[in-house]
């Protein structure tokens, strides 16, 4: 069970210290909780840069990444399968559980984005033209580009299909 600072339509902030309080396991000592914060701050400390989090298994999200990695001259971007531990970690930084690869994660230092929305802020890191497109789309309604990509993610394994293995 997670202590979770509220998300207002899929933008999610870190929350504080004394918020992210998370049980490690069901059989764990109930009274041994996780600063997930703290816990996760080396991956900040000697590269800034974000961290994508993605379905590992996805062909779709496989794709993306590649996609990113293309557009990305600046190597902007740092990338996680959401099933390795570092992932899980950074998924419980994020306030969601360590076994939800239902969405992409855009994980900053002291911010974490998802779904439309982390897709439009990884926009913003890649090159041109991608940060001048998510500009125009950022006015598209959230709960409209939320419906969209939740859509293509609730079918990405029918239509794209999955791997054995992560490929990146």
């Given at each position: 069970?997670?202590?979770?600072?509220?998300?207002?339509?899929?933008?999610?902030?870190?929350?504080?210290?004394?918020?992210?309080?998370?049980?490690?396991?069901?059989?764990?000592?109930?009274?041994?909780?996780?600063?997930?914060?703290?816990?996760?701050?080396?991956?900040?400390?000697?590269?800034?840069?974000?961290?994508?989090?993605?379905?590992?298994?996805?062909?779709?999200?496989?794709?993306?990444?590649?996609?990113?990695?293309?557009?990305?001259?600046?190597?902007?971007i740092?990338?996680?399968?959401?099933?390795?531990?570092?992932?899980?970690?950074?998924?419980?930084?994020?306030?969601?559980?360590?076994?939800?690869?239902?969405?992409?994660?855009?994980?900053?230092?002291?911010r974490?984005?998802?779904?439309?929305?982390?897709?439009?802020?990884?926009?913003k890191?890649?090159?041109?033209?991608?940060?001048?497109?998510?500009?125009?789309?950022?006015?598209?309604?959230?709960?409209?580009?939320?419906?969209?990509?939740e859509?293509?993610?609730?079918?990405?394994?029918?239509?794209?299909?999955?791997?054995?293995?992560?490929?990146?």
């Open positions: 069970m997670a202590i979770l600072a509220p998300a207002s339509f899929g933008r999610l902030t870190v929350p504080s210290r004394a918020q992210v309080r998370v049980r490690v396991s069901a059989s764990a000592n109930p009274r041994t909780s996780v600063d997930w914060v703290k816990e996760t701050s080396s991956f900040f400390e000697q590269d800034k840069r974000p961290i994508m989090l993605f379905d590992g298994v996805c062909n779709l999200c496989n794709g993306g990444v590649k996609f990113v990695r293309d557009h990305d001259y600046n190597r902007s740092r990338f996680e399968a959401l099933q390795s531990e570092a992932g899980k970690k950074l998924l419980m930084r994020s306030g969601r559980a360590p076994d939800d690869i239902s969405s992409v994660v855009l994980v900053e230092k002291d974490s984005y998802i779904k439309s929305e982390a897709v439009l802020k990884i926009m890191y890649i090159d041109l033209p991608f940060p001048q497109l998510a500009f125009f789309l950022q006015f598209a309604p959230l709960f409209v580009r939320d419906f969209l990509y859509n293509v993610a609730n079918n990405r394994y029918a239509m794209f299909g999955r791997s054995d293995s992560c490929e990146i």
